[in-house]
């Protein structure tokens, strides 16, 4: 069941020795800024966990990792090339599978050439090692796993990279990462690559000769496609050459605020057209809207509800983005290497509106938070019990069955 996960003791790394790896303190899994529940009545109250209970929860975009409660410290946490895995808040949270994305080479992000391709194998080796140590948090690369998960209370961890630099000019690459356990990859992550064009770019070359044989390759061995931080140019290309459809996991509405972070209707209608989902996205300042400029649940939640009406129920998930720690923090220690401080500051992105700035988004301040109030959100707003299970999961587990292999 989602009400309550069986949880697990074990936190990472350990099995080593203190002397074994550089120690740093970590931000609180739980309630590290006050929570903010949506109010519900008690009939609603019911209602919320026969949901849990009944319903297979999918997150399609997380950072399921937990940072150093000093932010400024991530930079050194990172380059030590072990993170740790969100146990307790996994266990406090409702979601029955969590798409995790790797740091993506993080360890070398403030090279011009990051994303190299041992320090991605290194990301998720490592990961693996750690979850291998304990059996509540599983390496899942099928349906059946996700199913299964909530059946048994467990959360199951599906492997991801947000974009496709490292695999170079080597279509074989994409058959090994599947073989080491990713089921999703990114075309592009933000900058262009030798697949196509990352939405920083200011022109959009779209999908390049290589990135068809890369997506062709992808649907040959059942790699979900990801383009969420592709340009536009190369998110249409890629959906029109996929013989599957694709997911944009965290994104939303351009129409509802100017950014290249956000997608034009004509790039949703396309992906849902070729039966594909788009998640919802919630990671600090992206998806506020000209009526709600401060971020909030509320915000993204109007970002689902205008893409919802947009292409249908049938299409449309949550990919919120969140981690474990001081999401706001880590965006200024990383800004030069972010594509969100790009887009705000390229004008061609439509970054430039003015907005307030937010500590965090309340009601979604991590993956703990989110899987709650997303729930509580739809039973408040009137959805019905079959309407919330399709975008809390079975859309997302319906685009996966079609797609992996």
Sequence with gaps: MSLKKRGTDYRSWAYLEPRDLTQFELAREIERVPPHPVSLSDDQEGRVRKILEECVLVSLHEH?????????????????GRMVTAFEGLAASHWDAVFD????????????????????????????????????????????????????????????????????????????????????????????????????????GGLTSFGRQAVERMNKVGMLIDCSHCGDQTTLDTIAASKKPIVLSHIGARALWNSNRLAPDDVLKACADKGGVIGVEAAPHTTITTKQPVHSLDSVMEHFEYIKDLVGIDHVSFGP??????????????????????????????????????????????????????VRWLVKGGYSDDDIAKVMGENALRLLADVWV
């Design 64 to 80: 399921a990792s937990t940072f150093p409660a000093n932010i400024t410290e991530s930079k050194a946490y990172t380059h030590e």
């Design 101 to 204: 994305n790797l740091m993506d080479g993080i360890l070398n992000i403030e090279s011009p050439h990051g994303w190299k391709w041992t320090e991605v194998i290194h990301d998720l080796g490592m990961r693996l090692c750690d979850l291998a140590h304990q059996d509540f948090v599983f390496h899942a690369t099928s349906v059946d796993d996700i199913r299964r998960a909530h059946r048994e209370e467990r959360v199951a961890w599906v492997a991801s990279l947000e974009g496709a630099a490292m695999i170079e000019n080597e279509l074989d690459r994409i058959d090994i990462l599947y073989g080491l356990g990713i089921r999703a990859l990114g075309i592009t992550y933000s900058e262009s690559n030798a697949l196509g064009s990352g939405l920083k770019e200011r022109r959009d």
């Design 321 to 374: 983005d969140t981690l474990y720690g001081d999401h706001v923090g880590l965006h200024q220690v990383y800004a030069s290497a972010l594509s969100i401080n790009a887009s705000r500051s390229n004008p061609t992105n439509g970054g430039t509106q003015a907005h307030p700035r937010v500590e965090y988004v309340a009601g979604l301040e991590n993956p703990t938070e989110g899987s709650s109030n997303l």
